[in-house]
């Protein structure tokens, strides 16, 4: 930031329970700081007068429970201030999460069911604010002490770590409103595609894996079994959409369903869960601040998170650039490629793809711009129900001398010489 804009400070005052929603202007950050009166961003509470630089395009609220004044510095795209919101039912949820989060830690760690934390899952359509609603719940609960873990199941627009990708991280401190969730070693699952219509069968395996893997941790860690989990969820509540969700549910034993925005979800959810008495169901409004993105947008946001990963926010990380030999690496692709057609089979036959089928891949001029996964995986058979040590960038590949070249955030030789490749792509930009 050169400064080469002119500076149009000002100063924004926000009543009691209101806020501030602001989009960042497309090609300039925003720096903003709280003069008086507190506020938080997402749960996040503001230190007094310490300026933040927020990048170009973000979208955000300033909230204030008792009042606050704001100083912004920086052209924005939209800006205007809010009475009406959400926050209260939001707040009040959380307060009921805690009351459980402390009756879990008063209770004997011998009994797995009364030291359990509430589980929730948040869901709801596409921009109804599931992430935004689970980012205040944790950084609520951390507040207060505890270390809930994260659990993002949102292949598209995750906030953990890459598109494509679950995965799983605890919450120790508020989420900061800039950085985001710390990415000091998550739990990642790498699924390799952006839309779960590709492998649905593979989708659950993961997300069953990953709920498995937490249900192991937490066995012996008290604290964070009583912290318990926000799990966020993906914008696709019709049809299978609808049945993933009720699968994650069920993976990860959820007890809270909180349903944002839409009234038929809502009632769905109510009907398909009640024969579980320990499952509570509540629906909340959706806040008027929640900006719609189109695909388009979405696709940019993606695009953003990889480069962010190899990167940096700031671009403050150098990616390292290495050469592997193609007898270096051995490649796997899960559920085959494209499935023979119904005329092409004898008489009687059936389809059959299976959509868990490991299959090694030849390296061709097609890899190049995909983005890999590195599997912990020891042998070929353990990809499928391993989680991943991070990603790589494929940006060249040399058929004549049978050489790869590609990024990695951090140097040295790749922890393991396993890699998964899906249809995630990417173009330096
Ligand atoms: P999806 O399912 O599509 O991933 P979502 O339901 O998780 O979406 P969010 O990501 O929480 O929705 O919100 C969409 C956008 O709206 C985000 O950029 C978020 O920062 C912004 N947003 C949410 N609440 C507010 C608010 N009160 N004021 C301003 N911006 C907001």
Redesign the pocket.
Known sequence: YTGAVPATTKQVKLEKES?L?IEVANNTPLRLRLLSGTAEIFGSELAPENWLTFPPSL???VFSWSGATIEMDGPTETDYTADE?PMVSYVNVHAVLDGRRNHAKASSSIDPDASQGPRVIVV?P???????LSKMLLSWAAKQGWKPTYVDL?I??GSITIPGSIAATPIEMPIDPVEGIPLEMPLVYFYGHTTPSQNVDLYKVLVKELAQVLERQMTGNTESRAGGMVI?T??WIEGVGYELLLHAIDAFNANVVLVLGQEKLFSMMRDVLKNKPNVDVVKLQK?G???S?NAKVRQKTRSYRIREYFYGLGNDLSPHSSIANFSDLSIFRVGGGPQAPKSALPIGADRVADPLRLAPVDINRDMLHLVLAVSYAQEPDQILSSNVAGFIYVTDIDMQRRKLTYLSPAAGELPSKYLIVGSLTWTET
Request: no cysteine.
């Open positions: 806020e929603r979208k955000f609220a919101t709801g596409t921009d109804s604010g599931k992430s935004t949102d598209g627009q966020n993906m914008g806040s601040g929640v900006v993105r």
